[in-house]
């Protein structure tokens, strides 16, 4: 079993699990993670959170942890939902929404909008490009909103500018904003 401590606001300190037998959780480290949350400035009070490709769940934790309004989390694999449902349960948090569900077929059927989405989907395929100008296409992002990305190698982003980025060990992770035209 994966244990990850949640870094940061009203649930700092708390474990949460999820079955690591699954090659393909790779949970953001607590260094990017604080990372992260020092670059959106700690607190995200009645902020709307999209975490595709959720995985462990630690970014949706962080987020909730630091006053999200609400989080949306996005896994397809059942198991990992199961986990993600149980920690929810053992931090008693309501406003998490877990769905099952393939990040693409989401995007192409979602209506809200959000103000800080998080985006680390497998390195090994094309997901994150693909995401990205689906986000955009649909105008997924609020006014202000900004796209945070895990990445292995960099793509250019026509419509977007990266606010910040950097690297640690074998991840390389940038906050992205809508460019202002």
């Known amino acids: 079993m994966g244990k990850i401590r949640i870094i940061g606001g009203k649930y700092r300190s708390r474990i949460i699990t999820f079955n690591d037998n699954n090659q393909a959780i790779r949970p953001t480290p607590d260094r990017v993670r604080e990372t992260l949350f020092n670059w959106l400035g700690q607190e995200l009070t009645n902020k709307y959170c999209l975490d595709l490709f959720a995985g462990s769940g630690a970014l949706s934790f962080e987020a909730l942890s630091r006053n999200a309004k609400q989080v949306v989390a996005i896994e397809h694999n059942s198991k990992v939902c ?14 998490l929404l877990i769905q099952q569900n393939e990040a693409i077929y989401y995007l192409n059927h979602c209506q809200q909008k959000f103000d800080v989405i998080f985006l680390d989907p497998p390195f090994a395929s094309n997901l994150l490009q693909q995401c990205i100008e689906l986000i955009l296409a649909k105008e997924l992002l609020t006014l202000n909103g900004i796209i945070y990305i895990e ?3 960099l793509i250019g982003f026509s419509k977007c500018e990266i606010l910040k980025k950097a690297k640690a060990g074998m991840v390389n992770y940038a906050l992205l904003k809508l460019k202002v035209e």
């Open 82 to 95: 199961c986990d993600l449902l149980a920690n929810k349960q053992l931090l008693k948090i309501e406003n």
């Open 151 to 153: 990445y292995q190698k």
